[in-house]
Every structure is written in structure tokens, then in C-alpha cells.
């Protein structure tokens, strides 16, 4: 079982739709969970932290489910700008370095 | 705001070559990393390190190597280029164990 799996899509949604990715990580011991966002031959860029208690910030929500090694990330109202890859991103036990999944890819039409 | 500087944007270099990437990091961050992303295959990550003058291998070191004399400067070395080793080449530095990564904006080598 490959550590962080994501489904690579492509996602195609028109503008407004909520879209939902979803990702699972092997280490049960990982600590901290991250999305980050990566835009046609540019690096990545951390879009949120993932908690717990599960967090939101404005159109986007990440929820965590450790029992079932579990992430999620919900984007409401859609825009043409969040066209992008989405990365999963897991850290395994405290100093190891971070674990990327291979991206989801979304594609938001007018 | 961090800032995480990569030498070149674009490089092209001959099989055989010695080719030095260099990042450089300015906010004093202790880990640093070097990733290579080619498509399909998502981020590997080659080394990393959490002190001067200290290396980890990462998941996919061979045919690479990296040098840390300076806490802001971490440089990955390709001994002998080849062209499987053509790709885009990711440096990032963190502060704290559990805090998100700080990418540069990448080095796309190509190998003829």
C-alpha cells in the first residue's frame, strides 16, 4: 500500500460547485497532515493545516479521520482560480520529513 | 515572509557533468530538503537535513549527493549527470518538526 494515496482525477466542475478530495495515508503514527496546492510548473505552496477537530478557512474545509487514516478537503463555490493540484500531504513520526501524495487535479470552468 | 531561493530556474547540462544545485533559505530554518517531481510519480524526496554538516538519505538518494556547511545553504550534487536525472527539482526548508514546508520555485534540469 502506497504511504499517501489520492485519487488523481482530473476533477471538472463549473464554477460555484462544491467539489470534495479525499486522501489516505498508511502510518498510523503520522502526526501532522497538511494541504498544499500546486499550480502548473510552480512549486507547492501550503493552502492548510489539518486538524483533528477538522478546520476551515473561508470556501475550503479539511477534516481528519484518524481511525480511518483519513483526510478530506471540501471547496465550496468553486472559482475559475482555484484550478490547480491539490496535494495530500502526510508527516510521519515527529523529525521525519513530509510524505506527498501525487495530487489531485481540479479543473474549474465558466 | 520566508524565502526559500533556488539558483536557476532553468539548467541544462551534458551527461557525464558534475552539476551543483544550490538553495539557499532566510529565516534561519534548521531542516532542509531536496525533491525531485516528475510526472506520474509525484514528490520524491532525495535527502534531507536537519543541522549543519548532517544528511539523511531520503527515498531515492543514489546518483545524488548534498552538502550542508552553512545553516541557510543546502546544495544537491548530481556526481555524474545522467538523463534519467532530467526533471524538476524542489528545495524546502521547515523551522520546527511539525510545521508545513517552505518550497523554492524549482530548477528544471534537463540532461543531453
Known amino acids: 500500500r502506497k504511504e499517501v494515496e489520492q485519487d488523481p482525477g482530473p476533477f471538472n466542475v463549473p464554477e460555484g460547485a462544491t467539489v470534495a478530495f479525499n486522501c489516505t495515508y498508511s502510518n498510523s503514527a503520522s502526526q501532522s497532515f497538511f494541504w498544499y496546492r500546486q499550480d502548473c510548473r510552480k512549486e507547492p505552496k501550503l493552502l492548510m493545516s489539518v486538524y483533528s477537530s477538522g478546520n476551515e478557512d473561508g470556501r475550503f474545509t479539511a477534516q481528519l479521520n484518524r481511525a480511518s487514516q483519513y483526510i478530506s478537503l471540501l471547496i465550496r463555490d468553486s472559482k475559475l482560480s482555484d484550478s490547480a493540484t491539490y496535494l495530500c500531504?502526510?508527516?510521519?513520526?515527529?523529525?521525519?520529513?513530509?510524505?506527498f501524495g501525487k495530487g489531485t487535479t481540479l479543473s474549474v470552468s465558466s | 515572509d520566508v524565502k526559500v531561493t533556488q539558483s536557476s530556474r532553468y539548467l541544462v547540462k551534458r551527461t557525464g557533468e558534475k552539476v551543483f544545485l544550490e538553495c539557499v533559505q532566510d529565516?534561519?530554518?534548521?531542516?532542509m530538503f531536496w525533491y525531485r517531481q516528475d510526472p506520474g510519480l509525484g514528490l520524491r524526496l532525495i535527502y534531507f537535513?536537519?543541522?549543519?554538516?548532517?544528511?539523511e538519505k531520503g527515498d531515492i538518494p543514489e546518483g545524488y549527493s548534498v552538502s550542508r556547511e552553512k545553516k541557510e545553504r543546502f546544495s544537491l550534487i548530481l556526481e555524474s549527470a545522467s538523463t534519467n536525472q532530467t526533471s524538476m527539482y524542489l528545495c524546502a526548508s521547515i523551522r520546527g518538526q511539525n510545521q508545513p514546508q517552505h518550497f523554492g520555485d524549482g530548477t528544471r534540469l534537463s540532461i543531453l
Open positions: 529565516m534561519d530554518h534548521e531542516n
Open positions: 500531504v502526510v508527516r510521519g513520526q515527529a523529525g521525519t520529513a513530509l510524505i
Open positions: 537535513s536537519y543541522d549543519v554538516k548532517m544528511k
